[in-house]
């Protein structure tokens, strides 16, 4: 049976959870740990997040982001203050019920596994998923290259060729798993981009698929 993977944030749950997280409670954290306004504190996590950026693994590290700012609250009470923000795209479960029904699903995201088992388990979509990778926890790889996806197919035993991939990031979902051979699908909610491997949600993922 054929192998579909799923990123996370942006393809299948919402980015209001994340953003809450980090754009929200940890300036808040901050700023009533060290007396400042939030604005001030929003600014200042912001310049360090960017100085890190998203091709790096403490990026996606909640932990790593606590002891870089002496954080003293609990990074486990932050995510569960925003959990009712996770929140799947609309078509999200009829679209998964029904590919179920044909191929076996994983999910391979950046995510850490503090965020990926919280987010799908909000989200009510555990039970679709054969596999769920978090390639940074599991991998200490982010989805930035070649290496990674072939340890995926490595340790799906599985030919890249025998693997489908959607997500919502052009590079880390799109041009590094093409490089490899897989079949991927750039996920853009915007309809910024036009092509037939481009598309604009999972309901017309799953036509292409057709």
């Known amino acids: 049976m054929p192998l579909i993977s799923f990123d996370l944030d ?28 939030f604005e001030h504190a929003q600014a200042l996590l912001f310049r360090e997040y960017n100085k890190i950026g998203d091709a790096a693994l403490e990026w996606y590290d909640i932990r790593f982001w606590f002891r870089f700012f002496n954080l003293r609250s609990s990074w486990r009470s932050l995510l569960a203050k925003f959990i009712q923000h996770i929140k ?23 995510a850490a596994r503090e965020f990926l088992n919280m987010e799908i388990e909000a989200a009510g979509i555990a039970a679709y ?5 978090s390639a940074t926890s599991d991998f200490q790889h982010v989805k930035k290259d070649r290496e990674f996806y072939q340890k995926l197919c490595r340790r799906l035993n599985i030919d890249s060729a025998d693997l489908i991939h959607v997500g919502d990031h052009y590079r880390f979902d799109y041009l590094v798993p093409c490089e490899l051979g897989i079949k991927s699908f750039f996920l853009d909610r915007k309809c910024g981009h036009a092509g037939p491997f481009m598309v604009g949600d999972l309901e017309e993922f799953s036509c292409r698929l057709e």
């Open 10 to 37: 942006g393809t299948l749950v919402t980015d209001e959870f994340t953003q809450m997280v980090w754009h929200r409670g940890m300036p808040e954290l901050y700023a009533e740990q060290y007396r400042c306004d």
């Open 129 to 133: 998923f054969k596999h769920i990778v």
């Open 88 to 110: 799947t795209y609309p078509e999200v479960h009829e679209v998964l019920d029904q590919l179920s029904r044909r191929y076996q699903l994983m999910i391979t995201s950046n």
